[in-house]
């Protein structure tokens, strides 16, 4: 059945004439249904680490929009944490993590190979998800890329321009390239283990990709998801990889061959015509819908959506937004992009 799920039809290279769908942060604070259940867990974490709270929240956008992949929920830091980090989160304000400065913090870390007691759950999680999802719909592992992951385990939160990481990327090589190894190797051990639970494609996200540039990002954003990719595929033969270096600019070109992905998600800055010509010759794309629109709807959303399903409509395409839709997002609006990827809605 699986060489039938539309997603993973694309994900190998098929040009379908309506292209799978499916939303990043899709399952979250936009939706009552996974309001109730955060408040059913006491706290993110408590979902998180929680299994059956967690497939409940990964399976409710599937429910409610009939998306073609279900992606785990979980949260790129919990690798961190993992490998023994502090992690909190501050109500309004994000996570928070004790900081990687010296070589005396890293030194306390964990191997890559001790996160999986700690993670355990996470699997269990994918595990519900791989027995109860329908027969038609892909389920997605995915885990941060080392330099984002990197950048929280620097700074301790997030940052404007990740200037801390970028300061001990200059002031402290070793230090840093010790810190990203040790990242690389613990998500190669995590996502193998969500393949192992059920995972059927996995996805890489570097949120803060495009913070790296020219030299910098080949050897930190491309060099670890090459790594990563090539890992996976010698434990996991024929497991599709999404990659995501948001932010990438240029570097988009010709990211898929560099690294061996099997896709890679586009940040809305990208022109879809564009990347078409220049992104898309290499094999499947995803994207890249302005989440805003699903906070102003109408036909703005319409004509935007329509417009990003002809740009790819030559090509394999994975329809998505171009980064994580918003807490204050309209569910209404959600389905009217489903519709109109469809080819249901009219105006």
């Not at 994900?11 to 292209?19: F, H, I, R, T």
């Not at 030559?314 to 519709?339: C, K, R, S, W, Y």
Request: include cysteine; aromatic fraction near 8%.
């Amino acid at each position: 059945m699986a060489g039938q799920k539309k997603l993973l039809r694309a994900l190998a290279g098929e040009v379908l004439e309506v292209p799978p769908i499916w939303m990043m942060r899709q399952a979250g604070r936009y939706l009552p249904e996974y309001r109730a259940t955060r408040g059913k867990a006491g706290d993110f974490l408590s979902l998180c680490y929680t299994p059956d709270l967690a497939a409940e929240v990964s399976l409710q956008p599937i429910r409610r929009y009939g998306f073609d992949a279900a992606i785990l929920f979980a949260d790129i830091l919990l690798v961190p944490q993992a490998l023994g980090a502090d992690l909190w989160f501050v109500t309004g304000e994000g996570p928070r993590l004790s900081t990687i400065t010296e070589q005396a913090d890293f030194d306390a870390l964990k191997p890559a190979a001790a996160i999986h007691d700690k993670l355990a759950p996470v699997y269990e999680t994918v595990r519900i998800l791989a027995r109860d999802l329908s027969e038609e719909t892909t389920l997605i592992g995915f885990a941060g890329a080392p330099w984002t992951v990197a950048t929280y385990m620097i700074a301790g939160r997030g940052t404007p321009a990740q200037a801390p990481a970028h300061a001990l990327r200059e002031g402290n090589v070793a230090l840093f390239e010790a810190l990203l190894e040790r990242i690389t190797k613990a998500t190669i051990e995590y996502l193998s283990a969500q393949i192992d639970a059920g995972a059927e494609v996995v996805k890489l996200f570097d949120s803060w990709a495009g913070s790296l540039k020219g030299e910098a990002f080949d050897k930190y954003a491309l060099a670890p998801c090459r790594e990563i990719t090539q890992a996976l595929k010698a434990r996991h033969p024929g497991i599709p990889v999404i990659g995501f270096p948001r932010g990438a600019e240029e570097k988009y070109v010709g990211f898929a061959k560099a690294t061996g992905v099997d896709c890679v998600a586009l940040d809305q800055s990208v022109d879809a015509d564009w990347a078409a010509a220049n992104v898309q010759v290499d094999g499947c794309v995803q994207g890249n819908l302005a989440p805003e629109h699903m906070v102003t709807g109408g036909q703005a959303l319409v004509d935007e959506t329509r417009r990003i399903v002809k740009a790819f409509s030559n090509g394999p395409h994975i329809f998505n937004l171009g980064h994580g839709i918003t807490p204050d997002a309209d569910p209404e609006n959600v389905q009217l992009m489903v519709d109109t990827v469809r080819g249901t809605a009219r105006g």
